[in-house]
């Protein structure tokens, strides 16, 4: 099946910058989008960002003008490029893709990587 592998979670400082990569690979039939969603502790799974196969965006308000979802479809990847960061964007982050299987749409979900926003 569809195979979505995180990259770029780590340490940052508050106010830094980090950009978080995910990799889509496998028997991927149709892409309607991708995006992020993250888990902080103690906190339900928010999504955060997502992008539609035609390029239209949909952020968070919590992380508006922050935050820019970007992909290469080319590559099947999804970016989201993190600026000014928080301490309360620190969470695990979710890649996710949404697409059409046989029985209707279809949500596929990474491991997550974990940002930890911290001096």
């Known amino acids: 099946q569809v195979q979505l592998v995180e990259s770029g979670g780590g340490l940052v400082q508050p106010g830094g910058s980090l950009r978080l990569s995910c990799a889509a690979s496998?028997?991927?039939?149709?892409?309607?989008?991708m995006g992020w969603s993250r888990q902080a502790l103690g906190k339900e799974r928010e999504l955060v960002a997502r992008?539609?196969?035609?390029?239209?965006?949909n952020i968070a308000d919590s992380v508006k003008g922050r935050f820019t979802i970007s992909r290469d479809n080319a590559k099947n990847t999804v970016y989201l490029q993190m600026s000014s960061l928080k301490p309360e964007d620190m969470a695990v982050y979710y890649c996710?893709?949404?697409?059409?299987?046989?029985?209707?749409?279809?949500?596929?979900w990474g491991k997550g990587t974990l940002v930890t926003v911290s001096s």
């Open positions: 496998g028997s991927i039939f149709s892409i309607n989008a």
């Open positions: 996710n893709l949404r697409g059409l299987g046989n029985y209707g749409v279809v949500d596929y």
């Open positions: 992008i539609t196969s035609t390029g239209n965006t």
